[in-house]
């Protein structure tokens, strides 16, 4: 027999198939450390810092940062293992990466913005003039008494 797995003389594969559920427990516990890592992050230590005054909000940014970093890396694990894009030539993973990008870009841009104009509204709202009951000058003309 060669060295292809043959099931039919127009079919080959190239990879016999996988023996074992070895690589379905590396996944398992990669994910899992990833997971309490993140769990430990957000629950046991940021929990504990919001409101003291002595903790920077910095510190706070940080950690949201690295969980976000970390929910990356797992969606990144995912995606190659799960969806066997690991396995795929690089142009084929580059047709999907780079829109999913794109639309996190897309997604960043849009907060950045509404955050913005929010900003913006609470800044000029406080100076403009409080509203007050006005007669219309039409009214006036037509023997509305004052």
Known sequence: MSEHAVSSPEI???HPPAEGTGRIWKVFWILSVITIVELVLGFGLA?????DPEKSSGLILFVKGVIC???LAKAFYIVGVFMHL???IKN???TIV??????????????WDGDSWKNLRNRYQEKLPAKTEQVAPA?????AKD
């Open 12 to 14: 080959t594969f190239a």
């Open 47 to 51: 929990k504990d810092w919001y409101g």
């Open 69 to 71: 970093i970390l929910s």
């Open 86 to 88: 690991g396995d795929e």
């Open 92 to 94: 084929f993973v580059m």
């Open 98 to 111: 780079v829109p999913l990008l794109l639309f996190i870009w897309f997604i960043a841009a849009f907060l």
């Open 139 to 143: 009214a006036k003309e037509h023997g």
